[in-house]
């Protein structure tokens, strides 16, 4: 087995999109619309997506604008291999970032917190060793 795709609903499908191929440098991989049943999905990632990365697949059901967060959704989590140039470029972009880098509480992995337009929290973990494959947030 192996991990495919997460599938975030979004209230604004072509904002959710810039966001995560402009700010965070991913690839718009595919889309597709289902008139009969109103909403419209776009799948995004590095490197091509699968079967080399999982997906995000982003789905917007017509007519919704927002949605509620809940309490058991964390975040997404991307390494990086220089932190604090990746939260630049995505202050720069436009980019929201709510925790500045540094050490995560009680260890030495430094980590920082940036969130999508629809408020879901992104994760980035440096790791210089193997952040990376992907061209998105070097």
Same mark, same amino acid.
């Given at each position: 087995? *192996? &991990?495919?795709?997460? #599938? @975030? *609903?979004?209230? %604004? @499908?072509? +904002?959710s999109?810039?966001?995560?191929? $402009?700010? &965070?440098? #991913?690839d718009?991989? *595919?889309?597709?619309?289902?008139?009969? !049943?109103?909403?419209?999905?776009?799948?995004v990632?590095?490197? /091509?997506?699968?079967?080399? $990365?999982?997906?995000?697949? &982003?789905? !917007?059901?017509? /007519? $919704?604008?927002?949605?509620? #967060?809940?309490?058991? !959704?964390?975040?997404?989590? @991307?390494?990086? %291999?220089?932190?604090?140039?990746?939260?630049? +470029?995505? +202050?720069?972009? /436009? /980019?929201?970032?709510? *925790?500045?880098?540094?050490?995560?509480?009680g260890?030495?992995?430094?980590?920082?917190?940036?969130?999508?337009?629809?408020? !879901?929290?992104?994760? &980035?973990?440096?790791?210089? %060793?193997?952040?990376?494959?992907? $061209?998105? @947030?070097?």
């Amino acid at each position: 087995m *192996r &991990l495919l795709h997460t #599938m @975030l *609903r979004v209230g %604004d @499908l072509e +904002r959710s999109i810039e966001f995560y191929t $402009q700010v &965070l440098g #991913m690839d718009l991989l *595919r889309r597709s619309e289902n008139p009969e !049943y109103e909403y419209s999905l776009a799948f995004v990632g590095f490197d /091509g997506g699968n079967p080399g $990365q999982a997906e995000i697949e &982003l789905t !917007y059901n017509w /007519g $919704q604008s927002e949605y509620d #967060m809940g309490t058991a !959704y964390g975040h997404i989590a @991307l390494g990086v %291999d220089d932190i604090h140039a990746a939260c630049e +470029r995505i +202050r720069a972009a /436009g /980019g929201n970032i709510t *925790r500045e880098p540094g050490p995560v509480k009680g260890g030495k992995t430094v980590i920082a917190f940036i969130t999508d337009p629809d408020g !879901y929290k992104i994760e &980035l973990i440096e790791r210089k %060793d193997d952040a990376g494959t992907g $061209q998105g @947030l070097r």
